[in-house]
């Protein structure tokens, strides 16, 4: 008969309860604790029996550049915001599809080891499902509202079967910058804006608190993902996966700014050709490439990371990928630099 010995090999963290624990577990140990303070619930403490109202903002112009566009009057530009709103809502809940299978990937290596780190990675993931239902009910809750035509037509798992298939070290980089674009978009545009739906406003709150432990876990994970490599040539490679991802993401981005300036044309009455329409294009791109590419990679906590992970040549290969998009920056950020 087979008899079940304790492997001497493995050493769950913590061994001893009540014993100090490491200081990577003790980060790990922080993300559960304020992940358990601040769990909320769908419809409990984020919908609470409302509906978006048309009148009021979605995604604030800090992020959907509405006001680029003179021609719009007022109506419009809060309109253009709506319809930007509605996909932010579903770019989320596309993202989430791969961060949480990534996730729950990565936890197997803690499973026998520190359950800690394991937990909050379970949790994580947990809370990244909970978000996608969350955003699933915003695409209805909009839909219920606005003009009918709009589409949303990229699949999930299809994106995650792409982003999946690169290196982990690539896809925790893209994940570490999505995350932290999230809390970012939160307090720079979102947390002070004026005349916000409360009800978007609170999505992205509820939204923010689960995040902000997000962010540590991915820091974690990808340094951890890091020391696991050991040559220059490997990182060189991983390094140019996070490119593939970042022209991947562009690629999606594209198609999407184009199907949502044709729906808003169509829904507001613009000729679907000519000079306005392509402006409205050409500024829904832009707002797109600001808030899923370059308002992540100009954060400076994301800088710091990558900057402490990549040697110089990495970093400028980095940076020359990134150069045709550099332009797409809010207005009123540009004539600050200039
Ligand atoms: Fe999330
Ligand atoms: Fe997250």
Redesign the pocket.
Known sequence: MQTVTASSSIQPTPAVPGDPLPPTTERYARTIEASKRVRWDIDRDVIRGRSFDLDQQFLPDGLALASELPFLDLDQQRFLGQVQGRTYANM?ALV?RF?GVKMLELSRDHGFGDQVAFEAMVRLTD??LK??ELFRRIERMAGAQMPAGYRFDIAANDVAAFVLGKSTWAVLALTCDI?LF?LAHYRASIDGADGLSPLFKDVFLF?WK??SQ?VIVDELEWRREDARIASDAERDEAVGDLIALVGGIDGILQAQAAADAAYFLAASGFEPEGEQAREVASVVLKAYRWQYIVSGTMEPRFLKMLSGLVNADQMRRIGEALAPLAYAVPASMARAVA
């Open positions: 989320f989430e961060i809370e990244e978000h996608q995350e999230s939204h689960e995040e997000h």
